[in-house]
């Protein structure tokens, strides 16, 4: 079993690259900047016994996403498990504010290069093109379901385009031995998060609008990505699994 993990140095990737070393996955870790990280996951992964390489590339290149899987397949043997956890937030901006190049950047990032993965995987796996089939998790968002937060519009509609496609896509290979689902996590504490989550007040009340009262940690969003990868999942494919603490209600305050 092969696992490439786009966006895999840090936070919900990082963390799905750990436990899934503990299932016996070699890893592929897709990382655009963060060498750095990369290679101290690698050193950890391998010194607990499993395979595990780090390959450099930006998903908003179309050229890198055929090299990611190529690069891959070279070191581990045919991708057979894809996990695409890259992704960027865009920044906060009112609709008036919009600018065209963070927008595009967005997109080109969250959804389309989250498109070609799936493509260059369906490529390799498809049993209609000589493959073995494969499983694919795509990382959404709870964003998508509620328009996003205050500024979060963009990418809430970055990520509620992966929801349809991904619906849409498990529908095209789910005879040909693929199973496709996207995962729509809550707030999670990452990388990503820390900085708005490090104001306490800030944190109190994003918290006040989760059913349990509290923010995420990446290894809730990896246990559940890991179980979908898995055989345990095998009659499971188009679904949208929140993975959210209960969800938001707003307005309880
Ligand atoms: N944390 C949350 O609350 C939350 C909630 C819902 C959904 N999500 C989604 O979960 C996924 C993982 O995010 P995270 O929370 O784990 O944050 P994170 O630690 O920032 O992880 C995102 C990763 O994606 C990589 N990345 C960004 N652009 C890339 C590109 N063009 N090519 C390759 N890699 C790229 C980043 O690496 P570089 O910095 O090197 O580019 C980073 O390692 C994202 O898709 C995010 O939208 C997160």
Redesign the pocket.
């Known amino acids: 079993m092969t696992l490439l993990i786009?966006?895999?140095?840090?936070?919900?990737?990082a963390e799905t690259a750990r436990r899934a070393a503990e299932r016996g996955y070699s890893i592929a870790i897709?990382?655009?900047?963060?060498q750095r990280q990369a290679q101290a996951l690698i050193g950890e992964i391998t010194n607990r016994g499993a395979k595990a390489i780090a390959v450099p590339?930006?998903?908003?290149r179309e050229a890198d996403i055929a090299r990611l899987f190529d690069t891959a397949e070279a070191a581990l043997g045919p991708v057979t498990h894809l996990v695409n956890?890259?992704?960027?937030?865009g920044g906060d901006s009112r609709v008036e504010d919009f600018d065209a190049a963070v927008l595009a950047e967005l997109f080109t990032?969250?959804t389309i290069?989250l498109m070609l993965c799936c493509r260059e995987a369906v490529r390799r796996m498809s049993t209609r093109r000589g493959g073995k089939g494969g499983v694919i998790v795509n990382?959404?968002?709870?964003?998508g379901t509620i328009g996003g937060r205050p500024g979060k519009s963009h990418y809430a509609a970055s990520?509620a385009a992966v929801d349809s496609f991904s619906m849409g896509f498990a529908k095209e290979v789910a005879r040909e031995g693929i199973r496709v689902n996207a995962i729509?996590?809550?707030?999670?504490l990452?990388?990503?998060?820390e900085p708005g989550l490090a104001d306490e007040t800030a944190r109190a009340d994003i918290e006040s609008t989760i059913a349990m009262g509290r923010v995420g940690k990446?290894h809730e969003i990896a246990d559940a990505i890991l179980w979908l990868l898995s055989d345990e999942a095998s009659l499971v494919s188009g679904t949208l699994l929140d993975v959210s603490g209960g969800g938001f209600v707003f307005g309880r305050r």
């Not at 897709?30 to 963060?34: G, K, W």
């Not at 590339?57 to 908003?60: E, F, I, S």
């Not at 956890?85 to 937030?89: D, L, Q």
Request: overall charge positive.
């Open positions: 786009t966006g895999g140095a840090s936070g919900i990737g897709n990382y655009r900047s963060r590339g930006d998903v908003a956890s890259a992704g960027i937030g990032v969250n290069g990382v959404s968002s709870m964003a990520k729509r996590p809550g707030m999670i990452t990388e990503m998060t990446a």
